[in-house]
């Protein structure tokens, strides 16, 4: 059917569900119009399936007010094609009542046992990361045909943690300002302001985070990350490199791919694997795919599962882990160095989270460090070595 609505780009990616595909979510940047199109696909949903249940989820009732139901009252408010389909809007209740039989309501939910009432068709999560994984879980694994998330990437939550991103079935829309061609000029010049120019570094309005997150609708590490010089990129395979390895009972194992430009300051490093809960026998598999003869740096503390890598032949070393002044000392001579990612989710994740807890003691924060730390054995030896 023709689009009704006024529309930009993102309403069509949105409304355009691919086979095979059940949850889209959307990451973006302010102002990108996520919420915005979402509830306008939701409209031609709610018209083009009869009886439909669409659920709009939320933090809490305000959040809603001031987020999907303002825009949804927007686009009713706004558009004829929506007076002819809809007989009326339950304000108390917060549903939209179409004249199909289907039903657009808004709500919130306690906890998890209060979000397994209730089934529905469709849902859409306003705002997911200021909801809790086990009401999305709740309700997702209640919605019959797709779910839709939006969000702004400001820090990494469970949606990182749980790798929804690479899961079969979920596809993901990257947005940012550039994508709503309604956005009005003095809004965008705001958004612009953050980017890190000259201009606007000489005007005291740059900020690199917020440039980050609410200009380009990435995440970004956190104010006061201890990293901040990575990107992502091409592993450099022309390269020596060998393996930092990170063991792993309740925290995962971690197995990253490691190369050294001393001359460039770069290091360049790819995840293997970053999984909990993993048996040797396990290991010993993702090993027997990945490494052969090339040094393997890997945490001291497991000598059992050093001795059981080295009797299969790989060339694994423990790590020194006070070496060269301990972990302070790893960290800065590591922070001298461009980090250069590819393929390496949890590694971004640790090193957006990665913080100084005490900056002034040089304290860092005792978590979001296990593919950190493979990294850090792998450097310290060979820097050990004299090769850096």
């Known amino acids: 059917m023709p689009t009704p609505f006024l529309t930009s780009k993102l309403f069509d990616l949105n409304i355009q569900i691919p086979e095979g595909i059940d949850l889209t979510i959307n990451q973006g940047g302010t102002s990108s119009g996520k919420t915005y199109c979402i509830m306008q696909a939701l409209f031609i949903v709610g018209y083009m399936n009869p009886g439909s249940v669409i659920t709009v989820i939320g933090q809490d009732i305000p959040n809603l007010k001031a987020g999907a139901i303002r825009d949804a009252q927007s686009i009713f408010e706004s558009s004829e094609f929506c007076h002819q389909i809809i007989s009326h809007y339950n304000k108390s209740d917060r549903i939209y009542h179409f004249l199909n039989g289907s039903i657009i309501e808004f709500k919130s939910y306690e906890n998890e046992q209060d979000a397994k009432s209730g089934k529905r068709d469709f849902s859409f999560f306003n705002e997911v990361n200021g909801i809790d994984y086990e009401v999305f879980e709740a309700i997702y694994s209640r919605t019959k045909v797709h779910t839709w998330v939006d969000f702004n990437p400001s820090s990494t939550f469970w949606l990182t943690d749980r790798r929804f991103e690479s899961r079969v079935g979920v596809r993901t829309i990257k947005s940012t300002y550039e994508h709503n061609p309604f956005l009005d000029e003095s809004l965008v010049k705001k958004i612009r302001a953050y980017e890190p120019t000259p201009e606007n570094i000489e005007a005291g309005t740059a900020n690199e985070y917020r440039w980050k997150v609410y200009g380009l609708g990435e995440y970004a590490p956190l104010e006061g990350a201890i990293f901040n010089r990575w990107k992502r990129g091409t592993f450099d395979e022309s390269l020596p490199y060998g393996f930092g390895l990170d063991w792993g009972t309740r925290d995962p194992f971690a197995l990253m791919k490691v190369a050294i ?81 590819e393929d390496s989710p949890d590694l971004e994740r640790e090193l957006i989270n990665y913080v100084w807890i005490d900056k002034r003691g040089e304290i860092p924060i005792d978590k979001f460090n296990h593919a950190l730390d493979a990294i850090a054995y792998y450097f310290t030896h060979i820097r050990l070595q004299g090769n850096t």
């Open 261 to 341: 430009d001393s001359k460039k300051r770069i290091i360049y490093v790819k995840q293997i694997c970053y999984q909990e809960g993993l048996a040797m026998s396990n290991i010993k598999k993702i090993m027997a795919r990945n490494v052969t003869d090339e040094l393997v740096v890997a945490d001291s503390a497991d000598l059992r599962g050093r001795i059981d890598l080295m009797e299969d032949g790989y060339n694994i070393f423990p790590a020194h882990k006070q070496g060269i002044g301990g972990i302070v000392s790893r960290i800065r001579a590591i922070m001298d160095y461009l980090i250069i990612i």
